[in-house]
């Protein structure tokens, strides 16, 4: 079955902790992204990485990081710097970054 | 980046009822997606659409890209169908970067 999985479907954290986010995909796609969603509100993106061992700042990628060093894969952690980290995060991939994107799951983080 | 607005925040429906949603977007796009995001929080991919018309079941879209808007219809909605629909664009046209800027969404309630 070829699809997008997240890892866990929920995270607590505590305050200073950091945390790493599971995205796995098996479609074969070159790019990969980060969006964080807060309750009402549209999805924002956090980085993205159109190639392996390539990655770019998104709109709010103070507090985060990511590294990309299988197509396959694309972790991301929140780190302490992280200021209002309790948020729903999506990950997205699509074959070359101009076509359509498709999402995972997604992971509910929770600090408490 | 590029603005992108949907309207109306929310809908409330009777089963059976056809709704329409909008998307307006600030520049010339090359692609434009719909989404449904169930109340689990699952984006589901409704229509990749830059131009032009397509159905799927009950449901259609329409990008009218030279005036800078799409529109998606539901015909006699059902329970199932309720949930946030997103509209996202990818940056205007000359840009190299892979991304989508996401609306804030429709929130659609239909009751039975």
């Known amino acids: 079955d070829g699809g997008i999985t997240q890892s866990p479907k929920y995270l607590f954290r505590k305050e200073g902790q950091n945390v790493t986010l599971s995205c796995e995909q098996n479609?074969?796609?070159?790019?990969m992204y980060w969006y964080r969603q807060d309750p009402g509100q549209g999805l924002r993106l956090i980085y993205y990485?159109?190639?392996?061992?390539?990655?770019q700042k998104g709109d709010i990628a103070e507090g985060y990081s990511v590294s990309r060093e299988k197509k396959e894969s694309f972790p991301l952690t929140v780190t302490s710097a992280q200021k209002n980290p309790t948020a729903f995060y999506l990950c997205?991939?699509?074959?070359?970054?101009?076509?359509?994107?498709?999402f995972g799951p997604g992971t509910r983080l929770t600090v408490l | 980046g590029i603005q992108v607005e949907q309207s109306p925040p929310d809908l409330i429906l009777q089963e059976g009822a056809n709704s329409t949603l909008r998307c307006n977007f600030s520049?010339?796009?090359?692609?434009l997606q719909w989404f449904h995001q169930n109340p689990w929080g699952q984006l589901i991919n409704l229509f990749y659409?830059?131009?032009g018309t397509k159905q799927n079941g009950r449901l259609s879209a329409t990008t009218v890209a030279t005036e800078r808007y799409s529109l998606l219809y539901i015909s006699s909605s059902q329970t199932t169908d309720s949930g946030v629909y997103f509209c996202?664009?990818?940056?205007?046209?000359?840009?190299?970067?892979?991304?989508?800027?996401f609306g804030r969404g429709t929130q659609l309630t239909v009751w039975p």
């Open positions: 997205a991939s699509s074959m070359d970054g101009y076509n359509e994107q498709f």
């Open positions: 479609l074969n796609h070159d790019a």
């Open positions: 990485s159109q190639i392996v061992n390539d990655f």
């Open positions: 520049d010339s796009v090359n692609n």
């Open positions: 659409i830059p131009s």
């Open positions: 996202a664009v990818p940056p205007g046209r000359g840009s190299t970067l892979g991304r989508l800027y």
